[in-house]
């Protein structure tokens, strides 16, 4: 296990702003951690990293816990923080240098070009981090934090205020390095997590709404909504009495969205079409997406 968080609680004063988190992670996964702004995301990654104690609980990163043994998890952990603080004036190798120093790695200066290499930084080498646009200054970041190629990689928000563009490319990135090592993302970007992670752990107010992987969430749904079409204009009234139909939503006249907590209803719509002289021109079952699982969990 990469990374073991039991019953961990973490107040701020008075406030709980992680209630009896519990979860784990499997060492070479990616894993989804998801969020509204002030659910406490930031700051289980601040505990998971050493930066911060919890008031109760443990935590242990590869097999360390992280209160007894913060030098051991450190080696192994590879930290993006939330608003990637860089030294704006140093020059990105210079920078990339003085992290590797810290960290104490010998053979620095070809670490140090092996790291710009990897994350696409060597056409911007020679600038200082001042002047590179956001999204270079994110694989600054990156580079950052895997210089000392640990095994275990956390990244708090690593695509926020990125470009469209930019999203894509740091989101391949992370899926390359990704591939041979743990690594805990957070983001508010769903199609992220569909694209990159393995699993999905969804919090709010402190707590752990959803652990699985993504796919089940979006499975796990007990309500199915399917979109049907007609040939001519039906009436809403008309479209509730379908039997099992609980929702109903309006497209355009003659097309509707239809919501029930039963089985298949499909048969159904095709019944009363046929008894009420309708023609179906299409019928489908609307895929439930992650982003309506959030919500529905989160709001
Ligand atoms: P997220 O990263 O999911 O947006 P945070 O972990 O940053 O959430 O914050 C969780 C809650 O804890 C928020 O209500 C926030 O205001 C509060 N909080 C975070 N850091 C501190 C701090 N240093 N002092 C007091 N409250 C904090
Ligand atoms: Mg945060």
Not at 27 to 40: E, K, T, Y
Not at 69 to 80: E, S
Not at 113 to 129: A, H, N, P, S
Not at 136 to 154: N, S, T
């Amino acid at each position: 296990m990469s990374i073991k968080v039991d019953h961990v609680s973490k107040l701020y004063g008075e406030q709980r702003a992680l209630d009896d988190v519990s979860f784990e992670i499997e060492r070479g996964n990616i894993v989804g951690f998801l969020g509204p702004n002030g659910a406490g995301k930031s700051t289980m990654m601040k505990i998971i990293t050493c930066f911060l104690p919890q008031t109760e609980g443990l935590v242990e990163v590869c097999g360390f816990n992280v209160a007894e043994a913060p030098m051991d998890v450190k080696t192994r952990v590879g930290y993006l923080p939330e608003h990637n603080p860089l030294y704006l004036d140093m020059y990105v190798r210079e920078y990339l240098e003085f992290i590797a120093g810290i960290h104490k790695i010998p053979n620095k200066k070809k670490r140090v070009d092996e790291m710009i290499e990897m994350v696409g930084l060597t056409i911007e080498r020679k600038k200082q981090i001042g002047a590179l646009s956001k999204g270079f200054r994110q694989r600054v970041g990156l580079a950052q934090a895997m210089i000392h190629d640990p095994e275990v990689l956390i990244l708090d928000e690593p695509t926020t205020g990125l470009d469209p563009n930019q999203i894509v490319e740091i989101r391949n990135l992370i899926k390359n390095i990704g591939s041979d090592r743990t690594v805990m993302l957070s983001t508010h970007i769903m199609q992220e997590v569909e694209a990159i992670c393995d699993r999905v752990i969804i919090v709010n107010h402190g707590k752990v709404v959803a652990n699985d992987k993504a796919a089940n969430l979006t499975n796990y749904q007990n309500k199915q909504v399917i979109k049907v079409e007609f040939d001519k204009a039906v009436k809403s009234n008309v479209m509730a009495s379908i039997k099992g139909v609980t929702e109903v939503k309006k497209v355009t006249e003659s097309v509707w969205l239809l919501g029930s907590n039963a089985n298949d209803i499909r048969q159904n719509v095709f019944d009363f079409a046929v008894k009420n002289g309708l023609t179906v021109l299409t019928i489908q079952k609307e895929e439930q997406r992650l982003e309506d699982i959030f919500k529905r969990l989160t709001s």
